[in-house]
């Protein structure tokens, strides 16, 4: 406390007492279940009900290449016969790496004693061993089942009794003239790096919150996409059997209505048509969040396009440069997705949110996600898993729709 004199008294006057002040803060927590995707974890173990892309079509080559996906370290590679194959990294034999192995007609060939094993892991030679390994038969590799499709190579890495069909989607399926498709692993609407250093639930929820693109892309970095994406809009969310849709209107000044619909489908499924306003109607891509593990991740696009390159071109430009291209003080002033995802932390502390009105997205999202790791702790199925291979392809709503 301070004192002043006034003759021979003494008064005294008090030091305000801060308020609100950091020290004390409890030490910040996050939701475990719904964003770790290890083995094992609630959500891992969803995720490991359904396919998910883990590579371009190109990636799995005669090079054994390196991934990483849901936090489990794998080789790809693709036998000279054209099998594309994905295999746990470790020899059965000694635990050497197949990444240095040597891909043959058959398999990869490991490169310590020189195991052969096909995209199924069996084991097929053993040369050190009399006859070539009598053996062979009892080793097996651990491996995951791959498909092709759209482009991209396709991993299920759950149950085997639980493995569904690999869906397809009518807006990649049905093409209007002109069109073809392309495939993209740039991390398209990610905002950033081809990885990004974050828990994928921090991109998943951004889907449902239509909100942050006015502040974010239209005013506070600059018009990031057109003009008409810094109308206010009146949102609404629906809960859909696979998804929460997202229904922006925004009244633009010659009158009409852009009525923007998007939608986030299980399980990491990105049903976004483009900011940018380049065509109307039904949406053009679908994009797929890969966890890497619980601290990064990378996204997937496959589009209908009319020029080659043109889904690349989707990608923002801040201050006329792409993310890579700019400086640290360019990032400081002009944020995109990517440093506000990044800088809620490596997972986002979710004790310290304060989720409004505008988040109702968000809740419903986590509540969705909720009923589908209770469906598969009670043994039943999540939504969307079909074992149907005559299964009528996925249809979206979403689009951009011009109203008069």
């Not at 010659?254 to 065509?279: C, F, H, N, Q």
């Not at 299964?391 to 951009?400: D, E, L, Y």
Request: glycine share 10%.
């Amino acid at each position: 406390m301070n004192t002043a004199s006034t003759g021979s008294a003494q008064r005294i006057i008090p030091i305000a007492q801060d308020t609100g002040t950091a020290y004390g803060r409890p030490a910040p927590t996050y939701m475990k279940e719904l964003a770790e995707v290890g083995p094992g974890t609630p959500m891992g173990e969803l995720l490991r009900r359904y396919w998910h892309p883990i590579g371009m079509k190109a990636d799995a080559n005669e090079t054994p290449r390196k991934i990483r996906v849901l936090g489990e370290d794998l080789i790809l590679f693709r036998d000279k016969t054209g099998r594309p194959g994905l295999l746990y990294p470790h020899c059965a034999h000694r635990g050497t790496s197949l990444y240095y192995g040597k891909v043959e007609d058959a398999g990869i060939r490991c490169c310590y004693h020189g195991w052969l094993f096909d995209v199924q892991g069996h084991c097929l030679e053993q040369p050190c061993e009399p006859g070539g390994g009598k053996r062979a038969d009892k080793a097996r590799q651990p491996w995951y089942p791959v498909q092709e499709l759209y482009g991209l190579i396709w991993a299920y890495m759950g149950p085997s009794d639980k493995k569904p069909t690999l869906p397809r989607y009518e807006c990649l399926d049905v093409l209007d003239e002109g069109e073809f498709l392309e495939s993209d692993d740039s991390s398209i609407g990610g905002g950033g790096p081809q990885i990004i250093p974050c828990n994928w639930l921090q991109h998943y929820e951004n889907l449902v919150d239509p909100f942050h693109v006015v502040i974010l892309h239209a005013t506070f970095s600059g018009t990031q996409f057109v003009p008409q994406m810094a109308v206010m809009p009146d949102v609404s969310w629906e809960t859909q059997p696979q998804s929460v849709r997202t229904i922006s209107l925004r009244k633009l000044p010659d009158g009409k209505t852009l009525r923007r619909i998007s939608e986030a489908g299980i399980p990491t499924l990105r049903v976004i048509p483009s900011p940018k306003l380049g065509r109307f109607g039904r949406v053009e891509s679908l994009g797929w969040v890969l966890p890497i593990d619980d601290h990064s991740f990378r996204i997937y696009v496959v589009g209908r396009v009319r020029e080659k390159g043109e889904l690349s071109r989707m990608r923002t430009r801040m201050n006329g440069k792409l993310w890579e291209e700019m400086t640290e003080a360019e990032h400081q002033q002009y944020p995109n997705d990517v440093e506000a995802m990044v800088s809620q932390g490596v997972i986002a502390k979710h004790s310290e949110e304060r989720l409004v009105s505008s988040d109702r997205g968000i809740a419903m999202l986590r509540r969705l996600l909720r009923d589908q790791l209770k469906a598969v702790e009670e043994g039943r199925d999540p939504a969307g898993v079909s074992f149907d291979p005559d299964a009528a392809p996925v249809q979206f709503t979403a689009g951009n729709f011009l109203v008069d």
